[in-house]
């Protein structure tokens, strides 16, 4: 079980993907970026981008603490971990017009430092693309500062399209 959690949500558009994966890169060497968490091979899949994923769930993984990831078969495919050792990222993803948000997020044992210091790198990178404030539609007119923006998503927004939280009715814009 978690004793730790990490939390970030976002609104990313694919440019917004790009332009993290390339910080993560640059500042995180050893990272890996991983294209969901299930694979046809023992090898995970492992892409130079976010953007490059074809899986709505990607992973992140820090292959100087943790040079090889602890597998299991099922069938004949291979699963790794979704978190404790790597951070996931649910992505935002366009449905009818409308940007829906994504997650990292990563749950690790109170003694884990190095995953600690690791999400929390990861989350420091990322908020410095946060590119906005977003105010929900229709509802209080206080800024919500509880997601990270990308440049992608508040162009996305300043063009008229709408941002949503993927599972709460509640719209927000950039102002």
Known sequence: MADKKIIKPFFLTIEDEENLSKLLVAEI????ILDDNRWDSPEPVIKKSIAECNSAFVYLWNTQRTPTLPLIAVGSAFQGPTSG???QIMRSRVVEGVLLSGQMSVGFSQNNSWMEDFSKSVVRIATTLSASTLHAIGGDLAPVRTYLVG???RSFSSAGGLLKHVTAETFYRVK
């Open 151 to 153: 440049e992608g998503a």
């Open 85 to 87: 050792i790597v951070i």
């Open 29 to 32: 060497p050893c990272i890996r």
